[in-house]
């Protein structure tokens, strides 16, 4: 059975976002699994998601009932949400991509963005994005995120689907690269 891109839309997608989630989060993966796998860093409660889900699709991966894949959307009105994610946000209103601050920009934060192990090397990374962007509101001209320098899996998989780094920085946990992704660089379906 083929994968099924959809958006979460039931306590039970979210249950499998968030199950995903601590699987995968860098404190529950030793540092060897981290380098060769990647990681996520923030934690979402279920409240959080659905105030985001209210805003933006939040892009889900499918194998039957199973969610296999995620890639949250972030609105920037929800910055002060997550306390750890609050530097990223002051840096958005710092850097520039093509010539205007990224806060000038209508964006939405992309990621956090998983696929299971069985799942993975077959492009759910770029087609989830791709599922967020094609979902959004109308008028969103970028996703933009951030992505830890140690966690290079990641790196290299944004950077392969057209993500453009746009900057770095470091906050008091770590390095930092911040990427984005014009809406201009998505093939149509």
Do not use: K
């Amino acid at each position: 059975m083929p994968i099924e891109l959809s958006v979460a839309s039931s306590d039970d997608h979210v249950d499998q976002i968030l199950a995903l989630q601590r699987r995968f989060h860098h404190t529950a993966l030793a540092p060897e699994a981290q380098a060769s796998e990647g990681f996520v860093y923030a934690r979402h409660t279920p409240a959080l998601l659905r105030a985001m889900a209210a805003e933006l699709p939040q892009a889900i991966a499918l194998d039957g009932a199973r969610v296999v894949g995620y890639s949250l959307a972030m609105p920037p009105a929800l910055r002060d949400a997550i306390p750890s994610l609050v530097p990223m946000f002051e840096q958005f209103d710092r850097l520039a991509f093509r010539g205007r601050r990224l806060s000038d920009w209508r964006y939405f934060v992309g990621g956090q963005v998983c696929v299971d192990a069985p799942w993975r090397g077959q492009g759910l990374i770029g087609r989830l994005y791709r599922h967020s962007c094609r979902s959004a509101p109308p008028g969103h001209e970028l996703c933009v995120t951030e992505i830890a320098t140690r966690n290079a899996v990641s790196v290299r998989a944004h950077l392969r689907i057209g993500f453009e780094a746009v900057g770095e920085y470091r906050d008091a946990n770590e390095a930092w690269v911040v990427v984005a992704l014009p809406f201009d660089r998505i093939a149509p379906e």
